[in-house]
């Protein structure tokens, strides 16, 4: 097998230098084409292969999240961070483009990509030209001709219903937002309630008038959309499903305002698991996502494209588990 020495040999630098590259040491100072050269050579001599990444330069992060969605949302903030630092790791080079850069400016010189949010019809034929590698996050509209990584937010809609109604409660309602359509502008049902609707209904007790929606998946639509029900609905559900923890968050600001007992009287469950979950009133039951793992899978699922010349396209759905605090609680028999 394969050593330090051997590499620094070939590659004519010192043994200190081959190492601190190959532990990507970002104080050393050498160029751009040293590194490449050090890493080919590693790879060539298959010196500790699974350890070592090939620098792969100009891949394009597509982050087709506004400024007001990631401040709404920690979720996409958190993602991006964790992508940055799944790149580095992998010693994957990511250049940063946003929706209001427009894709024109992604030039047609990158290896691959990887996209975070809402494309248009256009915006996609456009990435078809740019480059056949590519790894959509969080959603999956393009089976097709590239790969996806996305939580699998069906199963933990049902994950959200069964836990509740274990916990006795059979009256549940759902607040969530809309997906807003990139060509039409129009809002469609999000994934969060097409499977809320279709479980409940399976399992006959879907209320059409507990399940609450519109555009955006803010603290302040949850808030908004916590009020609407308490203010029109005849009896609160026992339970809310809520579709995200911003919304959540809101949720439970309206109910403690109205001086709704959680658990008590409505106890929520939701999806994510941010930060702001555990330090709410009371502590909110939701389901963790793992970011991290969503990132670098989607990374992996580009390497394979790039190095391992994989052609077939691969979806790949990342379940979580749920974390249960007190803002849900077993419902008793008066």
Same mark, same amino acid.
């Given at each position: ?13 010192s ?8 532990n990507h040491?970002?104080?050393l100072?050498?160029t751009?084409?040293t ?14 292969k ?7 330069k ?6 087709w ?9 920690v979720?996409?903030k958190?993602?991006?961070k ?13 250049t940063?483009?946003?929706k209001?850069?427009g894709?024109?400016?992604v ?10 949010g ?5 915006e ?8 056949g ?6 959603s ?14 069906e199963?933990m809609?049902?994950k ?7 916990q006795?409660h ?11 359509n990139p ?13 809320f ?6 399992k $006959?007790?879907?209320?059409?008038q ?5 555009? #955006?998946?803010? @603290? &302040?639509?949850?808030?908004? %959309?916590?009020k ?6 005849a009896?609160l559900p026992?339970?809310?499903?809520a ?5 959540a ?9 109205e ?7 409505v ?13 709410v009133?009371?502590?909110?039951t939701?389901?963790h ?9 989607a990374i992996?699922?580009?390497?394979e494209?790039?190095? $391992? ?5 691969k979806?790949?759905l990342?379940? #979580?588990?749920? @974390? &249960?605090?007190k803002?849900? %609680?077993?419902k008793?028999?008066?």
């Amino acid at each position: 097998m394969a050593t330090i020495k051997d590499i620094a040999n070939e590659v004519g630098y010192s043994v200190s230098t081959v190492s601190r590259v190959l532990n990507h040491d970002d104080s050393l100072s050498v160029t751009e084409e040293t590194k490449d050269k050090i890493f080919a050579v590693a790879e060539r001599l298959n010196y500790r292969k699974k350890e070592v990444h090939m620098r792969i330069k100009q891949i394009a992060l597509l982050y087709w999240v506004t400024d007001t969605e990631e401040l709404e949302d920690v979720y996409f903030k958190t993602m991006r961070k964790a992508l940055e630092q799944c790149a580095k790791e992998r010693n994957v080079e990511l250049t940063l483009y946003k929706k209001e850069d427009g894709i024109e400016d992604v030039p047609d010189t990158i290896q691959g990509f990887l996209a975070v949010g809402s494309f248009t019809e256009a915006e996609h034929k456009k990435l078809q030209i740019l480059s056949g590698n590519g790894v959509f996050i969080d959603s999956a509209p393009d089976p097709d001709h590239y790969d996806a990584v996305r939580p699998d937010l069906e199963w933990m809609t049902r994950k959200q219903i069964d836990h509740l109604l274990q916990q006795g409660h059979r009256q549940i309602g759902f607040i969530g937002g809309t997906f807003q359509n990139p060509d039409t502008m129009a809002d469609e049902m999000d994934l969060r309630e097409k499977a809320f609707r279709t479980y409940m209904e399976k399992k $006959g007790i879907l209320d059409d008038q507990s399940v609450l929606c519109r555009r #955006g998946f803010s @603290v &302040e639509n949850g808030y908004g %959309l916590m009020k609407k029900a308490i203010a029109e609905l005849a009896v609160l559900p026992s339970a809310f499903v809520a579709a995200a923890d911003p919304i959540a968050v809101g949720m439970l600001q309206a109910l403690n305002e109205e001086g709704i007992a959680i658990p008590g009287q409505v106890s929520v469950i939701s999806i994510n698991n941010i930060s702001v979950a555990k330090y709410v009133s009371p502590p909110l039951t939701t389901i963790h996502i793992d970011l991290s793992e969503v990132c670098k899978t989607a990374i992996d699922l580009l390497l394979e494209q790039i190095l $391992g010349k994989r052609t077939l396209s691969k979806t790949v759905l990342i379940t #979580g588990e749920i @974390v &249960e605090r007190k803002s849900t %609680l077993t419902k008793t028999t008066d």
